[in-house]
Every structure is written in structure tokens, then in C-alpha cells.
């Protein structure tokens, strides 16, 4: 399974991004997750949001909340992170990532994750 993330850019402080991550083929397993990770320059990968297989459950990052929606379609392959309000601090690479899932479940843990994206640049300006 191969992840393609895009919509990255440059951005005023204030405005907004919508990023998207298709995937090549199904997992082999019904059973699977999709997050997003960000990585800032010197910092370490962090969960941003995620999405379980149903759709029903979605989670974020505290510094996301109100800001960012994950939505989709598992089934489909494809998970979309639309971003607004964003801000300096929002700037990094955004991974997505694909993991089995052991319910219906979304996990903010980086190792739950097996598949990865190549990632899409995100800068915001002040």
C-alpha cells in the first residue's frame, strides 16, 4: 500500500489548507485507521488527527481542535485534512498513515502505524 499526501503550501497566518492522502490499494485488513502527523523543523512527528475505519470516530491534537477536520472515506482510499485559523506554529511536514486497526478505532500513537505518505510541506506566514 503506498500513501500519497498533497496539498501542502504557503499560507498567510489566518487562512487555510485542505491536504488530501489517497491510497494506492486496500489494506489487507478491514480493519484500519488513517491519521495525520505533522513534523516542525527540530521537533518530533506529532498526531494531528485521525480517522477510523467506519468514519465515526475521529480524534485531534489539542492545538487542532476547531481548526482542523479530517473527513473521507476509508473505503475509498482517500482522507482529507481541511485546515483553517492556521498559524505559524501549524508549519511542518504532514505525514499520513495508515495502521490496522484492532476495532472500529483511531490511535494518536505513531508505531499503531504502518503505512506512511512521503509527506507535504506546510508553511504558514506570518
Known amino acids: 500500500v503506498q500513501l500519497q499526501a498533497s496539498g501542502g503550501g504557503l499560507v498567510q497566518a489566518g487562512g487555510s489548507l485542505r491536504l488530501s492522502c489517497a491510497a494506492s490499494?486496500?489494506?489487507?485488513?478491514?480493519?484500519?485507521?488513517v491519521g495525520w502527523f505533522r513534523q516542525a523543523p527540530g521537533k518530533e512527528r506529532e498526531f494531528v488527527s485521525g480517522v477510523s475505519r467506519s468514519g465515526r470516530k475521529k480524534a485531534y491534537a489539542d492545538s487542532v481542535k476547531g481548526r482542523y477536520t479530517i473527513s473521507g472515506d476509508i473505503a475509498q482510499n482517500r482522507v482529507d485534512l481541511q485546515m483553517n485559523s492556521l498559524k505559524r506554529e501549524d508549519t511542518g511536514v504532514y505525514y499520513c498513515?495508515?495502521?490496522?486497526?484492532?476495532?472500529?478505532?483511531?490511535?494518536?500513537?505513531?508505531?499503531?502505524?504502518?503505512?506512511w505518505g512521503q509527506g507535504t510541506q506546510v508553511t504558514v506566514s506570518s
Open positions: 498513515a495508515a495502521g490496522p486497526a484492532r476495532w472500529d478505532e483511531v490511535a494518536g500513537d505513531s508505531s499503531r502505524y504502518t503505512y
Open positions: 490499494a486496500r489494506t489487507s485488513s478491514d480493519l484500519v485507521m
